[in-house]
């Protein structure tokens, strides 16, 4: 039995301070009322990168899993340049179209910037053993292959990543992800859903040509499946438990494997 505990931290970044939230298997002992003893053993760092609406319900469960599996999971609120800390945006139309309008207002050399300060303080972690991975899904998904052009990270997996295909992220939407991916040096997992509308089968194509064009080391899988298939909080019903518990083993395996 592992259980997990939380919390949080006010990270300080360039562009202002970023609300972060901290899961990780609670030390021996704690659970029974017994003397905490730490377990020696070091565990790999994830940094977990969330879809428009920030913290949910369906991302503390989700953080909860992964920190279970024997990782020390940060969840920083992607909008902390423009919200107040502790931000939850309502997973209905109004709460979609301010993330969608959040998404063409953040600077991505911030969110470079972000990845550099959650990689030293997962280092300055006391229970991490220094090597940093990454999860996501929707523009989590985008900001994981992002986040992998930092060669501190070793192993990313990156769910149905929205806004790659058309660069339509950050201010002037003119994100340069597929240009770049030559300089991932990690392994990378990419996961989709063939139904997804979000990311049409032409804007598959386009990443997969990019990303054998890049010559990295990466892993590719899609599903029968639609967008959000990963969330079991999700509004619209298109969570897909099977196809979740399935790319879950994937993502353990990777992260085992290289953390």
């Known amino acids: 039995m592992v259980l997990v505990v939380s919390s949080h931290v006010d990270l300080e970044t360039p562009s202002g301070k970023m609300r972060t939230h901290v899961y990780e298997p609670r030390p021996t002992g704690d659970a029974l009322g017994m003397p905490v003893e730490y377990n020696p053993k070091k565990l790999g760092g994830i940094i977990f990168y969330t879809a428009i609406f920030q913290c949910t319900p369906g991302i503390e469960r989700m953080a909860t899993r992964l920190a279970s599996a024997g990782f020390v999971v940060f969840v920083p609120e992607v909008w902390h340049t423009h919200l107040e800390p502790g931000t939850v945006l309502?997973?209905?139309a109004m709460g979609t179209a301010k993330g969608n309008e959040l998404k063409t207002l953040v600077d991505l050399k911030h969110w470079e910037t972000d990845v550099q300060?959650?990689?030293?303080?997962?280092?300055q972690h006391p229970r991490c053993n220094g090597r940093i991975g990454t999860i996501g899904h929707c523009l989590g998904?985008?900001?994981v292959v992002r986040a992998a052009f930092n060669p501190d990270i070793l192993a990313s997996a990156s769910f149905f990543p929205t806004d790659i295909h058309n660069g339509t992220l950050g201010v002037n939407s003119q994100a340069d992800?597929?240009?770049r991916l030559p300089q991932i040096k990690g392994e990378i997992t990419?996961?989709?859903g063939r139904q997804d509308p979000h990311i049409p089968d032409a804007g598959r194509l386009k990443i997969y040509s990019?990303?054998?064009q890049a010559k990295i080391n990466y892993t590719w899988h899609e599903f029968n499946a639609n967008h959000s298939f990963l969330m079991d909080n999700?509004?619209?019903g298109r969570y897909?438990?099977?196809v979740a518990d399935l790319c879950f083993r994937l993502v353990f395996d990777l992260f085992h494997r290289n953390l």
Do not use: M
């Open 210 to 212: 990019a990303f054998q």
């Open 141 to 143: 998904g985008h900001l």
């Open 240 to 242: 897909d438990p099977e």
């Open 117 to 123: 300060v959650l990689v030293a303080a997962l280092r």
């Open 190 to 192: 990419v996961i989709f």
């Open 234 to 236: 999700d509004p619209k």
């Open 90 to 92: 309502p997973a209905d």
């Open 177 to 179: 992800t597929l240009e």
